[in-house]
């Protein structure tokens, strides 16, 4: 008799839970779906940036040095890595005789674990803690099948574009969580969300950091560190020689964006503190319609929209085969009267 009333009290215990977790599913679908509709109309505000240390990869051109020069102008430490030491010196000067903060820049490798590890402490050190951290170096093969693509092509793809956000994650992330306070930013692509002919390791290599990004956000949500956000972005094609030569079929509806543009919607929607940020607004279209559509309808539609030979007019600068296995320095200081720029030099001929 006793077993038989404990077995009822805990099947009422159960069945209140799944009322209360039927009611918060309810309830959280009719205010959320609401919520997203209102901050179509309505948007959130912009958060303070000033004084705060955000670092940026890739920073050396393109879309990584405009995301960098807008957190500058305003007033945030900037903190610039490139692998091109010639090129980071000159936008490291760029930026400094325009702008009124202060700029740091070093020469690293993200691909490669202990590099990234050892300069994270030279800029600990030297700067500070680093509050938003926003991955956008990026790599492509360039015009090559899969099966024709060179191996260290495809592996520097996937360590530039995937890895490389699992080591800086990891060099800077506790000190966030420690002060529950950061923002991790993912530049991404549509390749992270949609898959493209021709570029097989390149979509691998972004549908990895898409999913990485949106499970560490998940992890912290869990851990209660709401204090620090993340964002992705997803771009169509940007102007830059990363993907020179693509075109669109359709420049109404996905149009080759303007780098400045991209970076000014991009930084917008890291001070508004968005999970997502879909550029054009179309790519929300077309993902919704990927979810429902047929596998065959699907590809018709991706034939329609020129996505099958988006790549047959490139003509951007891919990684070289030689570029690819290049030797790394042992971390050097060069002289701060020159460049204030710190060099990450040596002899490490694999990959750490």
């Excluded at 309810?26 to 959320?32: D, K, Q």
């Excluded at 390791?201 to 549908?207: E, L, P």
Aim: include cysteine.
């Amino acid at each position: 008799m006793h077993n038989f009333f404990i077995y009822y009290i805990e099947r009422a215990i159960i069945s209140l839970k799944v009322v209360k977790e039927l009611f918060y599913l309810t309830f959280g679908t009719f205010f959320y779906v609401f919520e997203a509709f209102a901050r179509l109309l309505v948007h959130p505000p912009r958060k303070d940036v000033e004084g705060e240390i955000v670092l940026v990869t890739g920073a050396a051109q393109g879309i990584g040095k405009l995301i960098a020069e807008k957190f500058g102008m305003l007033g945030a430490t900037l903190v610039l890595w490139d692998n091109n030491l010639e090129a980071i010196e000159q936008t490291t000067k760029e930026l400094r005789r325009r702008l009124d903060v202060r700029v740091y820049a070093y020469v690293c490798d993200c691909s490669r674990r202990t590099e990234v590890y050892k300069v994270a402490e030279m800029v600990k050190r030297e700067v500070g803690d680093v509050s938003i951290l926003v991955n956008n170096a990026g790599v492509v093969t360039g015009k090559y099948n899969f099966t024709d693509a060179p191996d260290n092509l495809v592996d520097r793809t996937l360590r530039v574009n995937a890895a490389a956000h699992f080591w800086t994650y990891k060099a800077f992330l506790p000190t966030m969580m420690a002060r529950n306070h950061g923002h991790l930013v993912c530049i991404a692509c549509h390749g992270g969300l949609f898959a493209m002919n021709g570029l097989a390791d390149y979509c691998a290599s972004k549908f990895a950091a898409v999913g990485f990004a949106e499970s560490i956000a998940l992890e912290l949500l869990v851990l209660g560190k709401e204090g620090v956000k993340t964002t992705i972005a997803c771009p169509y094609l940007i102007n830059t020689t990363m993907f020179a030569g693509c075109q669109t079929k359709w420049p109404s509806f996905l149009p080759v964006m303007d780098q400045h543009d991209a970076a000014e919607k991009i930084v917008d929607a890291i001070l508004r503190e968005k999970l997502y940020s879909l550029l054009p607004f179309s790519l929300y279209f077309l993902m919704a319609l990927k979810s429902v559509m047929p596998t065959k309808l699907g590809i018709i539609f991706v034939n329609f929209l020129g996505s099958l030979d988006l790549m047959d007019q490139f003509s951007g600068v891919p990684v070289s085969p030689a570029a690819s296995c290049r030797k790394t320095q042992e971390p050097a200081q060069l002289p701060k009267e020159e460049t204030n720029l710190k060099q990450t030099a040596g002899n490490i001929s694999e990959y750490n």
